[in-house]
């Protein structure tokens, strides 16, 4: 099993900055890839940033150039460093890790980001 536990989320005026971070601990593979997923209320769920465990990145569009994922595998964490953030942003902030050849796919409880106007 996996647990991750993501923290960081706050309330920010708009431009603001905010980082960020998911611990993963349990049984980890190198192999396994990361990313950040939101959910605003009344949305979906969506993709923001994803990383794999070569270190390849992945952003939605209506986050490149602000946002960036990192992680250290050493510590089996990933970020999300935020910035010039909008109220569109405001959401639920939720970390993922993935490898679809094996099958797993694990979900943290989720951190909320507000962004004020």
């Known amino acids: 099993q996996v647990q991750l536990v993501e923290s960081g989320g706050d309330l920010v005026q708009a431009g603001g900055s905010l980082r960020l971070s998911c611990a993963a601990s349990?049984?980890?593979?190198?192999?396994?890839?990361m990313g950040w997923y939101r959910q605003a209320p009344g949305k979906q769920r969506e993709m923001v940033a994803s990383?794999?465990?070569?270190?390849?990145?992945n952003y939605a569009d209506s986050v490149k150039v602000r946002f960036t994922i990192s992680r250290n595998s050493a510590k089996n964490t990933v970020y999300l460093q935020m910035n010039s953030l909008r109220p569109e942003d405001t959401a639920v902030y939720y970390c993922?890790?993935?490898?679809?050849?094996?099958?797993?796919?694990?979900w943290g409880q989720g951190t909320q980001v507000t962004v004020s106007s």
């Open positions: 349990g049984r980890i593979f190198s192999s396994d890839a």
């Open positions: 990383i794999t465990s070569g270190g390849i990145t």
């Open positions: 993922n890790l993935r490898n679809p050849a094996l099958e797993r796919d694990y």
